[in-house]
């Protein structure tokens, strides 16, 4: 299949068909900016995907000093070569000339340049007044799911040991808190059990609220690879719209928002009752599958059906083919982690694997996948609301340890409650208590769940609001500091996806102008602070990438993310998975093949949490359930959404992403053909939905929730009755809006509209369940909504809307290396 193809128009490429359990076949993306012939580049410089969570391995092509393309690499056991749309053309934003190139300080109200020893002593300065003032509790830090390994670790250093505050989480919590809480509630620990391999060998794959065709594209060309080969696996699709995985699914079932739980319930039960659990399995690996199977007695498909607004037959159908599968992956996402009772939904996953003994065998695991880049990292490193090396808050010796690591004071690290999640830190601030906001790599005034109250706290004039960023972005614009990052591609650093591969990416080209790695400035704050650790010698020793990853194995070092077998050479001749020691120098494809590693009492990261109210379990309550360190069955009963349709809101409202976007589209909007490709928002809203309202495609539609309001394009779909969908990338720096709506004009964010609300147990926002009304604004000129017709967003009736295409700038080419395995 080799020459070029437009790959916006044709997103996943063309197919290279392979059986299972084969090798899946080889084949190379490659795209050079216009003119660049291959002969003009003179370095390729090896990296990955740094704009969703794959791992993508690929090399930078440098030509005369700055970034000129990319191309998949043949031999990493992630992608093997391909590589997705916003893999193709999203570097080209690292040469926007809208790039930060000085820091900027403010100066009676407005944004200034200035040096950096300027801004960082202002900032120092700043933060040794709250400290003398209102101690370590005064300062919070709000970072990414997009920075390296090293920089999260020596943040979590910093702002743990150093300034001495529970106040540190990422923006990872929006995306993958609920990921880590399942793992910790199950497993009692985090880390991936599956591995992306799995998809080779299963002949059942389950999605569960995971759009895989939009956010880890490249696994979807894995899968449509196996479609296309012998011995095919089914699918099982949950998501409420069309997406391009429940066009090739076996079964598809689109349930209404807020009702995963009583879904997974009744496909559990209908697996119990059909006598499909694995006994052995779970007597020599578990607890509590009589409470389950207990609680599970009433919750027929009948019963769901009527919950779900799902016929009761095509749950049948689904526990068959769950009840039924030989080896059965599972993946789940943004579906279930951002939805109502997600933690307790998530955790039915798990137990699904879990009675059926579908763990530890290549195609027999779940994937509680993340959404970003190096999620994984800030949950590992402790930047997360987590202790670093997956330590429990709540077991002395671990803290202890982690002391040791530090060298410094266990009561430094001592807390009476656990660390700080990212909502309850800026109601911290609304109320007064945090002082200071250090905002790195990420934008809450577009990706927080109701924007007009977070606007308003941070634009307080008591809070000192600090933003390290690429870009003027909409947080940026009301910060007190803003520094210039560089990003990706002009710094060196490791990544770690979300089967547990770690990849190095190094760099390629110098950052535009004054900006300096994240790293940098993280370790010149703690220098001007003079951190020092219980002995006098400086907190952080280190003062480059691989002297941070050296400190980080040091850390990681016995723990079940020991990363004490890596190198940066090694890395450099591809991704290996953790752990990785001396013991196992290749890595670890498959966690729990021999049993539950860190579920001991004395070793697991978590004591469980109750998943109605978020408590924390204590010791005592967990040694009495789990003493011998097994996996834990924990039920949990299905409840009504908090927000429900009524006669003033009589729809439900779910936002997400699509395939050509990343985040805030700060990075994908400055690559012309992924900006083209969906070039502002839209409303979806089903065909019997929108002719009720005599609505048509084009038609310019407010979206109104009790919280506020939103315009777009409506984009006629096969969405499920009932539903709007939004897209949720889309804020205001592009529009000539600064950082929100100009004037009483709605704006075009979909979190104008979305709540203040969180899942008790992983504290994740509840972006998927809002009530909403609908209703005509203005008439559309004929044009179709600027909406991609490649994807779940595909409009319903042919002809209404033209195919979206890249045209010449977006050929790539693909060359298949391998013979096509005819298995």
């Known amino acids: 299949m080799d020459g070029p193809v437009d790959r916006i128009a044709h997103p996943w490429g063309g197919r290279t068909p392979y059986g299972r359990h084969g090798r899946w ?247 119990i009752r059909t006598g499909r659990t694995d006994r052995d399995h779970l007597a020599a690996h578990t607890v509590g599958f009589e409470e389950l199977a207990r609680r599970l007695e009433e919750c027929t498909p009948r019963w769901a059906a009527r919950i779900c607004d799902v016929p009761a037959a095509s749950i049948g159908a689904a526990a068959e083919l769950l009840g039924t599968a030989d080896r059965l992956l599972s993946t789940v996402l943004q579906g279930v982690y951002q939805s109502h009772q997600a933690t307790a939904t998530a955790v039915q996953i798990n137990n699904l694997h879990l009675i059926r003994g579908m763990l530890g065998r290549p195609g027999a695991g779940v994937l509680q996948m993340n959404g970003q880049p190096s999620a994984q990292n800030t949950r590992e490193c402790g930047a997360d609301g987590d202790l670093p090396g997956f330590r429990n808050w709540q077991n002395a010796g671990h803290v202890a340890d982690l002391a040791r690591v530090w060298n410094v004071e266990p009561a430094l690290l001592t807390h009476h409650a656990p660390p700080t999640h990212a909502m309850q830190m800026f109601r911290h601030a609304e109320q007064g208590s945090i002082r200071m906001l250090w905002i790195s790599g990420t934008n809450p005034a577009v990706s927080l769940p109701e924007l007009s109250r977070i606007r308003a706290i941070l634009a307080q004039e008591r809070l000192f609001v600090v933003v390290q960023d690429l870009f003027l972005t909409e947080t940026a614009q009301l910060a007190d500091v803003v520094l210039p990052a560089a990003t990706w591609g002009e710094k060196t650093g490791t990544l770690t996806n979300a089967d547990r591969t770690v990849h190095l990416c190094d760099k390629a080209v110098e950052p535009p102008g004054e900006a300096r790695p994240d790293l940098h400035i993280f370790l010149d704050y703690a220098a001007r602070m003079d951190f020092r650790d219980k002995d006098g010698r400086p907190l952080i020793g280190w003062h480059d990438p691989q002297s941070a990853f050296e400190a980080w194995k040091a850390c990681s070092a016995g723990r079940p993310c020991d990363y004490t077998g890596l190198t940066y050479d090694t890395l450099r001749r591809g991704g290996i998975q953790w752990p990785c020691t001396a013991q196992c120098p290749d890595g670890t494809p498959r966690l729990y093949t021999d049993g539950i590693s860190w579920a001991h009492p004395d070793l697991c990261e978590s004591y469980g949490k109750d998943m109605v109210t978020g408590a924390a379990d204590d010791e005592a309550a967990y040694r009495a359930l789990n003493p011998d360190g097994k996996a834990v069955i924990r039920a949990a009963d299905y409840r009504p959404p908090h927000e429900q349709p009524d006669s003033t809101y009589p729809f439900q409202l779910t936002t997400g992403r699509t395939l050509y976007h990343f985040h805030t589209r700060t990075k994908t909007a400055r690559a012309p053909q992924l900006n083209a490709a969906a070039p502002d928002v839209w409303v979806e809203a089903a065909a019997g939905d929108a002719d009720a309202l005599g609505l048509e495609e084009g038609d310019l539609v407010e979206v109104t929730t009790r919280r506020g309001a939103l315009r777009g394009r409506l984009r006629v779909s096969g969405i499920r009755p009932g539903l709007l969908f939004v897209p949720f990338h889309y804020g205001y720096w592009d529009t000539g809006g600064g950082h929100g709506p100009d004037g009483d004009v709605p704006g075009r964010a979909a979190n104008e509209t979305t709540a203040t609300d969180w899942d008790p147990a992983s504290k994740q926002p509840l972006f998927k369940t809002a009530a909403a009304a609908l209703r005509l604004v203005r008439r559309g000129d004929g044009s179709p909504a600027p909406a991609p017709t490649t994807t779940a967003s595909a409009p319903s009736r042919a002809g209404t809307a033209p195919p979206t295409a890249g045209g010449p700038t977006a050929l790539a080419t693909s060359r298949d290396t391998h013979p096509q395995d005819p298995r």
């Open 25 to 271: 076949p080889t084949r190379v993306d490659t795209y050079l900016a216009p003119g660049v012939d291959p002969d003009r580049v003179q370095r390729w410089v090896p990296a990955a995907s740094v704009l969703h969570s794959d791992g993508d391995a690929m090399d930078i092509a440098v030509a005369d000093g700055r970034m000129a393309g990319v191309r998949g690499r043949a031999d990493d056991r992630v992608n093997h070569g391909r590589l997705g749309p916003k893999d193709l053309f999203g570097w080209q934003a690292n040469a926007s000339r809208e790039r930060l190139t000085r820091p900027l300080l403010r100066v009676r109200g407005h944004l200034t340049e200035c040096d950096w020893d300027t801004a960082m002593e202002h900032l120092a300065g700043r933060s040794r007044e709250l400290l003398a003032q209102r101690g370590p509790e005064s300062i919070g830090f709000y970072t990414s799911g997009q920075l390296y390994l090293e920089e999260y670790y020596t943040l979590a250093v910093l702002a743990r040991a150093g300034i001495g505050t529970n106040h540190l989480d990422g923006n990872t919590r929006l995306c993958t808190a609920t990921a880590a809480e399942a793992l910790k509630q199950s497993f009692g620990c985090d880390g991936q059990p599956g591995s992306f391999d799995d998809i080779d060998h299963a002949d059942v794959i389950a999605l569960f609220g995971h759009n895989i065709a939009e956010t880890q594209p490249v696994q979807w060309m894995r899968i449509l690879d196996r479609l296309d080969g012998a011995d095919p696996p089914r699918l099982l699709c949950v998501d409420p719209r069309p997406t391009p995985v429940a066009r090739r699914a076996a079964v598809h079932l689109a349930p209404r928002p807020g009702t995963n739980l009583a879904l997974l319930n009744a496909l559990l039960h209908e697996v």
